[in-house]
T-cell receptor, first 112, second 116 residues
Framework: DGGITQSPKYLFRKEGQNVTLSCEQN?????MYWYRQDPGQGLRLIYY???????QKGDIAEGYSVSREKKESFPLTVTSAQKNPTAFYLC???????????FGPGTRLTVL | AQKITQTQPGMFVQEKEAVTLDCTYD???????LFWYKQPSSGEMIFLIY??????QNATEGRYSLNFQKARKSANLVISASQLGDSAMYFC?????????????FGAGTRLAVHP
């Protein structure tokens, strides 16, 4: 079945550690996105990528990094520079920047 | 200023009844798109319905319809014949061109509870 997978579902990390969240899609979509969701709030865009080897900062990119070496994959690294990383992270993809986005199941990151 | 406003933090409805979830938006771009997503307790965002700013007719998808009132800048979601499985968070989002790219801006969401 076509879709978006994110792993792991739950992630715990100690302060000062970098951690990488995985996002894979087999929908043949060109565009991919990373969002952050805090409790009781909507989604905020961290990074997005229109095509392979290209990505752009969203509204809250500080403390995060991404790569887009393959069309199917768009991993997000939460660095130690991110001051408040505990949140729910959602990855999405779309066939273009104009079309609806389809989301993965999300990763819940907790910093201990 | 809020780009997407959902004024109802929580709503409840009786099973099989219809419910309207409010969404107002603010943009000066003549070309934009409006989306509704459902987020169950599992966390995944499920796309429900889309309305383009130039669409003449209100969008419909099964039990979901979008009451698009362009002059009032509102895009309310109507769910007919509510089911217990409709209990979830619902987010309104707007696609606009900003900072050199198209971006989705989300509202804060409305939590819907369907009672038997």
């Amino acid at each position: 079945d076509g879709g978006i997978t994110q792993s792991p579902k739950y992630l715990f990390r100690k302060e000062g550690q970098n951690v990488t969240l995985s996002c894979e899609q087999n929908l043949n979509h060109d565009a991919m996105y990373w969002y952050r969701q805090d409790p009781g709030q909507g989604l905020r865009l961290i990074y997005y990528s229109q095509i392979v080897n290209d990505f752009q900062k969203g509204d809250i990119a500080e403390g995060y990094s991404v790569s887009r070496e393959k069309k199917e994959s768009f991993p997000l690294t939460v660095t130690s520079a991110q001051k408040n990383p505990t949140a729910f992270y959602l990855c999405a993809s779309s066939s273009s920047l104009y079309n609806e986005q389809f989301f993965g199941p999300g990763t819940r990151l907790t910093v201990l | 200023a809020q780009k997407i406003t959902q004024t109802q933090p929580g709503m409840f409805v009786q099973e099989k009844e219809a419910v309207t979830l409010d969404c107002t938006y603010d943009t000066s771009d003549p070309s934009y798109g409006l989306f509704w997503y459902k987020q169950p307790s599992s966390g995944e965002m499920i796309f429900l319905i889309y309305q383009g700013s130039y669409d003449q007719q209100n969008a419909t998808e099964g039990r979901y319809s979008l009451n698009f009132q362009k002059a009032r800048k509102s895009a309310n979601l109507v769910i007919s014949a509510s089911q217990l499985g409709d209990s979830a968070m619902y987010f309104c989002a707007m696609r606009e061109f900003s900072g050199g790219y198209n971006k989705l801006i989300f509202g804060a969401g409305t939590r819907l509870a369907v009672h038997p």
